[in-house]
């Protein structure tokens, strides 16, 4: 019998409907629940991709026994992180401070005073390794909750206070300069691995935001030390088994250095961040691989995220059907033995195919299989057959059991796929990218924004939920929408995004220029979120950073740029201490510093000398350029869409670009070479 998650819109909360778990969502019933039984309330976070989270709960919440005890002597609640980020992010600080260490599944014991007291993600179903099983987890926390109820309530009190005491003033601590910013290169420097290209060792992560750091510390001081760091663990992780070598896209890490073996699921915001890395990349070097994998990486987005509204779809699944053993396992649609090879491709093509794609006889992942990479030492293969070899695989796995699909719709993740698509739409001339980022940039502003244009959350089949929007959705959501505005000229994105970062400044931001991951009247927790780090993506302070900085740049808004340079204090406190984990901070500080320039091109639309004009602004590497494209905008208003474009003229009635950065313009040029000049496009 369903519980009461069957009403649930969360893939990942319906994915538990059928246990025997009596769950509960967040919800303040569920806490008066355990106030009038006196019982402590069990919180477990999750999200639908995640391998553990499956294991967990096949082998206890599906369990009988285990959940007839659950229910006896808890309240259980279950979240979904993705649509309740601010939930995860206070608890799993908590974790982390009582731990050492966090990760999903995550799982709490706290009072009906939403206060926690026991931590942990994993249990197994018997003692392993020095763990004890969730079992003996439930019981130790029965014991401890009936029999020392005072000690209990102290352990939930002092965290709660810890957690409290733990708020931060960044907004003081001044705007990152030069020397902020080379101190963080020099802190990349000592952390990466120049064997295998990357930071730290296993389990090694795409550091897709710390990549364009690099890219534009490059473009704006010329070093070819952070551009090699960016071009050699690029092309490490596009050559490993991270990287789907035939239908594109990125798993979300790997388990070892040498980006070898991935966890098989793929994230919607891991690829839109590195889709834009690697087109920006293309545009930094000319590089083929570049090119390649940004496209190959937009049209898996596009494939298999995209979503019937005309969104994007939240995450692959690292599991799927085993075809020998029936089971679901991790990998299974991804991997390949020799002998599979050769039943789709022949004995000739088979043996070629396993030497491209380094498949062998002992195989690299599990039970013989291999996760298919680009070794340095294989074979050259010509570019029609490899071409036919990948596409028979890929209709011969197409024909295996596919890993699920979460369809939810997250808003800041489908900002930065906005982002992403439309500057590889516009980069390689694929209007049908840019198409598709419009799309999900509609339907964002159709089901996601209110009257008010404040943001939900998420959606799931063109339905809105439940959850408010957090800052990362309106940083993010921002940004996309402000690359779209350059990329389309069309001006209402940028009053849509004008929106979003006004209502950043309303119900985000504190008096000292600090930011919250809540907004001011949101659901109060027991601490009200605040994490600048950037992770897995960009945090919501530094993504309303970026915005803020960029809209900025568009309008001449004082108070905007003000509230950027203000945010940025983090980047000046942490850049130099922990970059690895302020890579988008730092990459917005870089636009700081280098202006952002204030691109406009002004010209008929019919003229391609325009269009030609247009797409080399976007071509600049000048960090964080904007750019606005259209009819001139005259005096009283009328004519251009943008701020930018206003009392621009034509030189000699032919398309001209003014580029201008700190107050200062530089000559109005009617010569695409010339204004690539002035934006630091290295290549032609």
């Known amino acids: 019998m369903p519980n009461r998650l069957a009403h649930a819109t969360s893939p990942y909360l319906l994915q538990h409907a059928d246990n025997p778990v009596d769950w509960w969502q967040w919800e303040p019933a569920a806490f008066d629940e355990a106030r009038r039984r006196g019982v402590p309330v069990f919180l477990s976070v999750g999200y639908s991709s995640c391998h553990w989270c499956h294991v967990l709960a096949h082998e206890s919440f599906e369990d009988e026994l285990t959940a007839a005890y659950m229910n006896e002597h808890f309240v259980n609640i279950k979240v979904d992180r993705e649509e309740r980020p601010d939930i995860d992010a206070v608890y799993m600080e908590a974790v982390q401070a009582a731990t050492g260490q966090g990760g999903w599944p995550m799982s709490v014991f706290m009072t009906a005073d939403a206060e926690p007291f026991y931590f942990g993600t994993y249990f197994p179903p018997q003692p392993r390794q020095g763990m004890p099983s969730f079992m003996q987890v ?78 534009r510390h490059h473009a704006r001081t010329g070093s070819e030390g952070a551009l090699q760091m960016a071009v050699d663990t690029c092309e490490a992780m596009a050559r490993g088994g991270l990287y789907d070598q035939l239908g594109g896209g990125f798993a979300r890490y790997s388990v070892d250095r040498e980006w070898v073996i991935p966890h098989f699921e793929k994230m919607l915001y891991d690829n839109a961040l590195l889709c834009r890395v690697y087109a920006h990349l293309w545009r930094a070097t000319g590089s083929d691989l570049a090119r390649r994998v940004a496209l190959e990486t937009a049209d898996f987005m596009v494939r298999e995220l995209r979503t019937d509204q005309g969104g994007f779809a939240s995450a692959l699944d690292a599991d799927s059907e085993d075809p020998l053993t029936g089971e679901h396992v991790e990998g299974a649609y991804y991997a390949w033995t020799p002998a599979q090879l050769r039943e789709v491709l022949g004995e000739d093509d088979g043996d070629l195919a396993a030497g491209y794609f380094g498949v062998t006889e002992e195989g690299t992942f599990e039970h013989g299989a291999s996760v298919l990479q680009l070794p340095q030492d294989g074979p050259v293969v010509e570019a029609g057959r490899l071409s036919g070899i990948k596409e028979r695989l890929l209709a011969a796995r197409g024909r295996r059991s596919a890993p699920g699909r979460d369809d939810k719709i997250v808003a800041a993740w489908n900002g930065l796929a906005i982002a992403a698509l439309a500057e590889c739409g516009a980069y390689f001339e694929r209007p049908d990218l840019v198409e598709r980022a419009t799309e999900a940039a509609d339907l964002l502003v159709r089901v996601h924004m209110d009257g008010r244009a404040r943001l939900s959350r998420t959606s799931k089949d063109g339905q809105v939920g439940a959850n408010d929007g957090v800052l990362e959705d309106y940083g993010d959501v921002a940004d996309g929408f402000l690359a779209l505005a350059s990329v389309t000229g069309e001006g209402v994105w940028l009053e849509f995004a004008g929106f979003l970062v006004d209502l950043v400044l309303d119900r985000f931001t504190a008096e000292d220029g600090s930011l919250y991951d809540t907004a001011h009247d949101a659901e109060k927790l027991i601490r009200r979120p605040q994490d600048p780090t950037d992770t897995a993506a960009p945090s919501g302070w530094t993504a309303a950073a970026g915005a803020l900085l960029s809209y900025a740049a568009h309008t001449g808004s004082e108070a905007h740029r003000t509230a950027a340079e203000r945010a940025l204090g983090v980047v000046h406190a942490l850049g130099p201490r922990v970059p690895r984990f302020i890579g988008h901070g730092l990459s917005v500080a870089e636009a700081l510093l280098d202006g952002p320039r204030e691109v406009a091109v002004v010209g008929h639309p019919e003229d391609p000398a325009l269009a030609l004009l247009h797409r080399t602004a976007l071509l600049g590497t000048a960090p964080g350029a904007v750019v606005a494209v259209g009819l001139p905008r005259a005096e009283d208003g009328t004519g251009g869409e943008f701020p930018l474009l206003a009392e621009r003229t034509l030189v000699h009635d032919l398309p001209t670009a003014y580029v201008c950065r700190h107050f200062v313009c530089a000559r109005p040029t009617t010569e695409p070479v010339e204004l690539a000049e002035q934006l630091g496009v290295i290549r032609p």
Do not use: C, H, N
């Open 138 to 215: 439930l019981e130790g926390v029965r014991t401890a909750w009936v029999g020392r109820p005072e000690e209990v309530a102290e352990v939930a009190q002092r965290i709660v206070r810890d957690l409290a005491g733990r708020e931060l003033d960044y907004g003081k601590a001044g705007t990152p300069g030069p020397g902020e910013l080379a101190q963080a290169l020099l802190g990349l420097t000592r952390e990466y691995d120049s064997a295998r290209g990357g930071f730290g060792g296993a389990p090694k992560f795409p550091p897709s935001m710390v990549l364009e750091f690099l890219l």
